[in-house]
């Protein structure tokens, strides 16, 4: 599914978190709040020089970068904001060189190009424009100019300066970009790990207690929105003690790792199962009344009881207890979790390998 304008956003103001670089929107902003008085400042000495058209022309153009930041603020459209802001400082740009600008020394401001738009752009496309930019100022040097009268009576020495240190900024601002980007990207998957982690086990590769809880918390907040209940069921290897001690600890390592994936097997993707701590398992049935929690608490059970690690060529199977406690009335996530925990109790009591039910209704 295509991403909300929300999610983009998240996603932008994540990224910033994480590798500390300015959003584009708000580069692109300060970039042309600071070109306003500029572009004043060059229109007023235009004017002095007698030129009647870049005061006009510069003064539009500042007019047009404030336009450009008022849409972005209504309608928050990125892309059109980014796209919109490279026209007008190429055209801006493209301007003050061919038009020689005062005296023609305005055409050194081609130097802030090459950074700007390869951060606010994609790699390719500052390339792109890069390569056109500086194939425009290699003919505006050359003898081509006099057919189009657009020489301009720069030196020999500056045509050459000009060409190869704009030349040499561009390929400087790619290798620096290249490596921003590679940085950003590293610093973005080490955040993803480091989220993955705190989020989950590191055994079982489930979700872990805090996340469980985080859950628990989003759901009871729809659960008091809408009135949809849900269901908790509280799980608990049998006798894994005794398996520890017979089979050692790394047999029991694998049988929780076994468990968990027969969990996971057994459950929607739009459940959250987590490892609530040893070998405990907590599953959240999201909108799931009692007795179709029953029902695949049963059928969990049944999946665990079927599968086995191997041992020296021998299967060692395990069974659990999963006792099912479903949201009522008003109470707290505190209440639902110590429902869920009396009846998985209640299912070691009966003998193990059992579903277990709280029936008890939760004051109001």
């Not at 189009?148 to 970009?177: G, H, K, P, W």
Request: net charge negative; glycine share 6%.
């Amino acid at each position: 599914m295509p991403k909300t304008a929300t999610e983009v956003t998240d996603n932008t103001q994540s990224q910033f978190r994480v590798t500390g670089e300015i959003p584009v929107p708000v580069l692109i902003n300060w970039i042309s709040v600071a070109a306003a008085p500029l572009l004043a400042f060059f229109a007023w000495r235009s004017l002095d020089r007698g030129d009647q058209l870049t005061p006009v022309l510069l003064t539009l153009f500042a007019a047009l970068l404030a336009g450009n930041i008022l849409i972005y603020a209504i309608s928050r459209h990125a892309a059109f904001h980014r796209r919109a802001f490279m026209v007008l400082i190429t055209t801006l740009f493209t301007y003050l060189a061919v038009n020689a600008v005062e005296d023609g020394s305005a055409i050194i401001w081609l130097f802030a190009y090459p950074p700007i738009v390869f951060y606010i752009s994609e790699a390719r496309v500052g390339v792109a424009t890069c390569v056109m930019g500086l194939v425009g100022v290699m003919l505006l040097f050359s003898p081509l100019a006099n057919l189009t009268q657009l020489d301009v009576s720069y030196s020999t020495n500056f045509r050459i300066t000009m060409v190869l240190a704009l030349a040499f900024e561009m390929i400087t601002c790619y290798i620096l970009d290249r490596s921003r980007r590679r940085s950003k990207l590293g610093l973005l998957a080490l955040a993803s790990e480091f989220e993955y982690a705190a989020k989950h086990d590191a055994l079982t590769g489930l979700a872990n207690r805090r996340e469980a809880l985080a859950q628990l918390e989003a759901e009871y907040e729809r659960y008091l929105r809408n009135g949809r209940p849900f269901t908790v069921l509280l799980a608990d290897i049998d006798l894994f003690k005794n398996i520890n001690d017979t089979h050692g600890h790394h047999v029991g390592d694998d049988l929780i790792v076994l468990v968990g994936n027969t969990f996971l097997d057994q459950c929607r993707k739009v459940d959250t199962v987590a490892r609530w701590g040893g070998e405990e398992y907590l599953v959240l049935l999201a909108e799931t009344g009692t007795d179709e929690a029953v029902h695949i608490a049963n059928r969990i059970r049944e999946a665990i009881a079927e599968n086995a690690v191997m041992v020296d060529q021998k299967p060692i199977a395990c069974t659990a207890s999963i006792g099912v406690a479903s949201i009522h009335g008003q109470e707290s996530i505190d209440r639902l979790l110590q429902r869920s925990d009396e009846a998985l109790y209640l299912a070691k009591t009966l003998g193990r390998n059992r579903v277990c039910v709280h029936q008890k209704q939760a004051p109001v």
